[in-house]
């Protein structure tokens, strides 16, 4: 029965293969694809150069469309195309264009980089594909920046925007052998900053890269010699510069072999210690466009990959202004990214602003201060923000040396300062040191003490390829989640590999460990800051390991960041050089300020000290303190504490534990604490500042407190601008609701700032905010008042009170970043006569003096108008470098670049073009405290100049003239 069934069973099996295979089945036909985007885009000073790709399946046609007419280079277009293949149609502004040429899908258009205008790129059948605005005026003002971060925090007011970047000057400290330092910061390298290079400049390309990396946030020391003067500055006989970051015042070393072969392959000019090219601000908008292969290693790019918008959008935006807190010079660079230069249907295109402040706190440190802001018009999935430093010790344009001449500062061992406080960098002779404290109020939710990578390249996080059939299969990770590498091939050989130096005991750069990331495992990985060890430990590795390019990775927390929010990165920085005898330095892990003190509970006692001093050549110290008082007398002793001459020698670090300040008698509103360190010989450490306030403890009657900004009868805040931002809490023992918080300023009317609030948890602390307040009506130099109220719904009714007045401060005077003359005819013989014409922005000057001050006279000198000249560039890079692996000085100088002769007529008058008087203020007669002039109509009123080419006359072009404004003081 069995045997007779089984051919049964074998026709049935074939059957049913039969039917499978012949099942049925249904086709759709795809439509011929027709798409187009803008690849790339590279400005240029005559045009701007855009890389348009595109997909043509059926028509090999597309239609260029603008809507002012003569933006677009038709015979650009036609050298690269063919005349043929280029229509134009000057009726509808259109141009077509056929794309015909074989294994091409791309082609240049350049356009006007002047005017503001639309280009719209449509199908053979007129339907649109994109639209993409070119040119848009952009407000950068220091009073309403649109991109800036300032708009939303009113105490960011007063900056003045600049084309040149500067150097900042910090305090200066004396020591008792007579030398004395002053610290400096700035943006990119040193060498730009110092000699006032343009920011333009600084962003032009360099090989892959840019001129100048301006996102690095750079600082300095400047050391003075026994018997010079350090107010003679960093050029004087005897005062030295020291900087701490790979390129940066490091251009001896340029032509360094050792410097230049320190890599798998020999460095670029993209690579070279010039214009600190591997220290840059990054984040991980570039996972938008490539996705990463991997969970949690998001692709990452640098800001100085050339052509891209998920790199810049634009040059970036520089501002410099005086902290009205510290009286100190400070410094910061805004610039954009997006995810693509073009907004489609479906496709997400984030974007992000960025704002980079430089500051010194009162202890003379630098703050760097980074907010990454989505100011794009979607929400932005797992945004990381990172700060990426390649660290190097330099002196005088050079890395430091020993006495043999011996480099000795880099490839050094990164060591912690302790308690999850950050890490430090130290040479080899124990002559600087640099530090890195990231334990503030806002610092990195990690960091890493590693290696580093380049500005300019884009890689996708993780890259995983299967290969033929899964067999031979790739996988690499890219910074900053790239793996270390093995010394050697193992057991039993032992093969040195490439990545690591047997003789000098270094890993090749950019390489670490294998047991190590650069910098981190993921994006959850919390690298070096949750070493809780005491200060002095070797990061990341034996302290018989060897050494790598030493450099520091810090990053935000990976969170969803929605249209308009902020994420905040903050960390200090401090430069010390021993000298013969030294100050000593404390680090307290206590960071209140005015704005931002310490809340501790009305019951509090106590205040526990932790904290770490080093000195470096005294063996005794002595750390005092004082509550409220800055008069020496009120000083008390904390403590006491020694150290070996051994531990000078290094400037061992030591923890100070188990100390407490007294506060039983100061139980109300807010107090400010003072700490310094004085050693045997009379040096004394920098002002350590802590400010606390104690909450308002709940009772049946509702409490209100205004925190921020912080303020007092005696020392009311200071505002910098017509609008303020308060914050605060509020809380009630007893009421489940409050009716109502209000607010009055002065004796004005009473305003409501909420109603019927819920008390979730009775007792317990409530936020509230009052944002953007108009103060316009209090433009005086009086104090004012505002009264915060809150009632319950049982009437009781609690308050608190917040003090202000303006304080006179200096004169700010802001120019059009570009004035226009238009397209002229200019003869040899003949003047050609025309008048500027401004787009946007005006030249005014907001006067913050003191009532009575003299006038003030503005000035104009403009140089010759010379002729721009061309940029080139390499289009060929793909944008992402997963996978793969000009110097400004050194340029050629034109002495015979043309320039067009000019005449300058001031009212019809002949002048001369430097320091025309184009009018004055009034002056401070009366009681504001802002007043503002306006020059911009009479200058348009009254500017004429004259062009005419010299004897040989002049080619066509664009010519361009620097003009420089200044305050001149005028007597009454």
């Not at 187009?36 to 240029?44: L, T």
Request: glycine residues 6%.
């Amino acid at each position: 029965m069995k045997i007779k069934n089984i051919p049964l069973l074998c026709l049935l099996y074939f059957l049913s293969i039969l039917f499978l295979c012949f099942k049925p089945t249904t086709t759709v036909k795809a439509a011929p694809m027709t798409d187009a985007d803008v690849a790339e885009q590279y400005q240029h000073k005559e045009n701007t150069e855009l890389i348009i790709s595109y997909v043509l399946e059926e028509k090999k046609e597309l239609i260029l469309k603008t809507d002012v007419k003569d933006m677009l280079d038709i015979d650009a277009l036609k050298e690269e195309l063919g005349e043929s293949n280029v229509t134009v149609d000057n009726e509808k502004l259109e141009t077509t264009v056929t794309l015909n040429k074989p294994n091409t899908n791309s082609f240049k258009l350049f356009v006007n980089n002047k005017k503001p205008f639309q280009l719209s790129v449509l199908k053979p059948n007129g339907e649109n594909i994109f639209d993409y605005e070119l040119n848009q005026p952009e407000k950068y003002s220091g009073e309403t920046p649109e991109v800036d971060d300032a708009a939303d925090d009113a105490s960011e007011a007063g900056w003045t925007f600049a084309e040149h970047l500067r150097v900042s000057e910090g305090p200066i400290k004396e020591y008792s052998d007579g030398t004395s330092t002053r610290p400096y910061l700035y943006f990119g390298d040193y060498n730009y900053a110092i000699r006032r290079a343009s920011v333009s400049d600084s962003y032009e390309p360099s090989g892959k890269s840019r001129v100048n990396s301006l996102t690095a946030a750079g600082s300095a020391i400047l050391y003075a010699e026994k018997g010079s003067r350090i107010l003679d500055g960093p050029t004087a006989p005897g005062n030295h510069i020291f900087t701490d970051h790979y390129g940066d015042n490091q251009k001896g070393d340029y032509d360094s072999p050792d410097i230049i072969n320190m890599g798998l392959s020999p460095l670029g000019i993209e690579d070279r210690p010039n214009g600190s090219p591997r220290t840059f601000i990054s984040n991980d908008l570039f996972n938008y466009v490539v996705s990463s292969d991997g969970v949690g290693v998001p692709g990452t790019s640098g800001p100085n990959k050339l052509g891209q918008s998920y790199s810049m959008l634009d040059t970036p935006k520089f501002y410099y202004r005086t902290n009205p807190q510290t009286g100190l010079e400070e410094q910061k660079i805004v610039f954009k990214q997006k995810a693509y230069f073009v907004d489609k249907k479906h496709r997400p295109n984030p974007e992000i602003t960025t704002t980079i402040k430089l500051s010194f706190n009162k202890m003379g440190r630098v703050v760097t201060n980074i907010k990454f802001k989505n100011t794009g018009k979607e929400l932005f999935k797992n945004f990381i923000g990172f700060s990426n430093h390649d660290l190097s010790l330099n002196e005088d344009n050079k890395e430091v040396t020993d006495t043999k001449g011996r480099r000795i500062g880099n490839y050094l061992k990164l060591r912690t300062l302790g308690n999850g406080r950050g890490m430090y960098m130290q040479s080899e002779d124990n002559r600087v040191r640099t530090s890195y404290f990231t334990n503030q109020t806002n610092g990195p939710d990690a960091w890493a003490a590693r290696s580093s990578s380049s500005s300019y390249i884009a890689t996708k996080g993780y890259s995983y390829n299967p290969g033929l059939i899964g067999v031979v299969a790739f996988r690499e990770r890219y910074y900053p989640w790239k793996i270390g590498k093995p010394k050697d091939s193992g057991f039993p050989l032992y093969i040195p590999t490439k990545y690591h130096n047997k003789k000098t005991k270094h890993f090749t750069s950019p390489y670490v460990p294998e047991h190590l990331f650069n910098a981190f495992n993921d994006q959850y990985d919390a690298g070096d800051s949750k070493r809780t060890d005491d200060a002095g430990g070797r990061l990341g590795a034996a302290e018989d390991e060897s050494t790598w390019d030493a450099g520091l990775t810090m990053r935000t927390a990976p969170q969803d960041l929605s249209v308009g929010k902020t994420v905040e990165m903050e960390y200090t920085s401090q430069i010390d050089v021993k000298g013969k005898t030294f100050s000593p330095v404390i680090q307290l892990d206590l960071n209140g300020t005015d704005d931002n003190p310490q809340i501790l509970p009305i019951s509090q006692n106590e205040l526990p000290l932790t904290s770490l001093w080093y000195d470096f050549d005294s063996t005794d110290v002595t750390m005092y303190y004082s509550i409220d008082s800055e008069d020496p007398e009120d000083f008390k002793v904390l403590f006491d504490a020694k150290q070996s001459d051994k531990e000078a020698i290094v400037g061992k670090h030591h923890e100070i534990k188990d100390q407490k300040v007294s506060l039983n008698d100061f139980k109300e509103n807010k107090h400010k604490l003072r700490f310094y360190m004085k050693d045997k010989e009379g040096n004394i450490s920098n002002v350590k500042e802590h400010v606390i306030k104690f909450k308002k403890p709940a009772t049946v009657e509702p409490q209100i407190s205004v925190v921020s900004p912080g303020s007092s009868k005696k020392e009311p805040h200071n505002p910098m601008m017509h609008k303020m931002t308060l914050e605060g809490y509020w809380n009630d023992k007893d009421s489940k609701l409050i009716k109502s918080i209000s607010y009055i300023v002065d004796d004005g009317e009473e305003k409501t700032l909420s109603e019927d609030l819920d008390n979730p948890q009775l007792g317990e602390s409530n936020s509230w905010k009052l944002e953007d307040l108009d103060i316009k009506n209090c433009n005086d130099f009086d104090v004012h008042t505002i009264e915060m109220r809150i009632v319950d719904t049982e009437d009781h009714i609690g308050n608190d009170f917040f003090y202000f007045r303006h304080v006179a401060g200096s004169l700010i005077l802001t120019a059009p970043e570009q004035i226009d003359f238009g397209t002229i005819s200019v003869s040899p013989t003949t003047e050609s006569m025309t008048q500027p014409k401004i787009d946007e922005g005006n030249v005014i000057l907001d006067d913050y003096r003191e009532k009575d001050s003299n006038p003030i006279a503005i000035s104009l000198s403009m140089s010759k108008f010379y002729q721009e000249e061309t940029e080139n560039h390499n289009d060929e890079d793909n944008g992402d470098d997963s996978g793969s692996s000009n110097d400004p000085d050194r340029r050629i100088v034109d002495a015979d670049r043309k320039y067009l002769l000019h005449d300058v007529y001031w009212k019809n008058k002949k002048v001369n073009s430097s320091n025309i008087i184009i009018g004055k203020s009034t002056g401070k007669t009366g009681f504001e405290w802002e007043y503002t002039t306006d020059f911009t109509k009479r200058i348009l009123k009254n500017l004429r100049i004259g062009f005419r080419t010299g004897t040989t006359g002049s080619p066509d072009g664009n010519y361009v003239s620097h003009w420089t404004w200044q305050t001149v003081d005028s007597i009454k």
